[in-house]
């Protein structure tokens, strides 16, 4: 079974850029997640979806951050324009839907913003 | 709200001694809890999860951790620990399907 694909692994990026990560779930899950990791923290939910409804995206910078999840598969989250402190891990997780159902992660987008 | 306080964030050991990682949650409904292990450059990978029944779970690499509700705590526990344990441990509530983290603790096996 393939896990969550997530592209591109690494970004350097100057301040006021703008950036893209890409997430592919896990075929048949229904719940999609972005987290934002920050050095030496856990990871933080910024949105999730619910195939390709908003359940919760309470934590999301709505000024510079968007998220969409196009056919409830693939998403994409975008940062427009980048600041430093967005420097961070982005995690893509998808599980089926469910309260007690495991969240499977991808391996990251490494983001550095110069 | 919900949170959870991982309470070391360095813990080193020697191979083959036993470690324990503790963490504690706060929140004011019912919770699941998870441990999740995270080696350099990889995603998260879950080790078990208490959702209801025994408190006394078992995950996988001979992990296991005990879910005590009047401590509010959900200590990771591992008798003999080898050097490819060295990673990152992340401890996490959820009641809605979104996890909770907490800060992490980063597991160092000496040999």
């Known amino acids: 079974e393939a896990g969550v694909a997530q592209s591109p692994r690494y970004k350097i990026i100057e301040k006021r850029q703008s950036v893209a990560f890409w997430c592919n779930p896990i075929?048949?899950?229904?719940?999609l997640y972005w987290y934002q990791q920050i050095l030496g923290q856990g990871p933080k939910l910024l949105i999730q979806?619910?195939?390709?409804?908003?359940?919760?995206d309470s934590q999301l910078p709505k000024d510079r951050f968007s998220a969409e999840r196009l056919k409830g598969v693939d998403s994409t989250l975008k940062i427009q324009p980048a600041k430093l402190e967005d420097s961070a891990v982005y995690l893509c997780?998808?599980?089926?839907?469910?309260?007690?159902?495991?969240?499977?992660f991808g391996q990251g987008t490494r983001l550095t913003v110069v | 709200a919900q949170s959870v306080t991982q309470l070391d964030s360095q813990v080193p050991v020697f191979e083959e001694a036993p470690v324990e990682l503790r963490c504690n949650y706060s929140?004011?409904?019912?919770?699941?809890l998870f441990w999740y292990v995270q080696y350099p450059n990889q995603g998260l990978q879950l080790l078990l999860k208490?959702?209801?029944?025994?408190?006394l779970v078992k995950g996988i690499n001979g992990f296991e951790a005990e879910f005590n509700k009047s401590q509010t705590s959900f200590h990771l526990r591992k008798p003999s620990v080898h050097i490819s344990d060295t990673a990152e441990y992340f401890c996490?509530?959820?009641?809605?399907?979104?996890?909770?983290f907490g800060q992490g603790t980063t597991l160092q096996v000496k040999p």
């Open positions: 979806f619910q195939n390709n409804g908003v359940v919760d």
């Open positions: 996490a509530v959820s009641n809605t399907g979104k996890l909770i």
């Open positions: 208490y959702l209801s029944g025994s408190t």
């Open positions: 075929s048949g899950h229904a719940t």
């Open positions: 929140s004011s409904v019912s919770v699941y």
């Open positions: 997780a998808s599980s089926l839907a469910g309260l007690n159902t495991e969240a499977f």
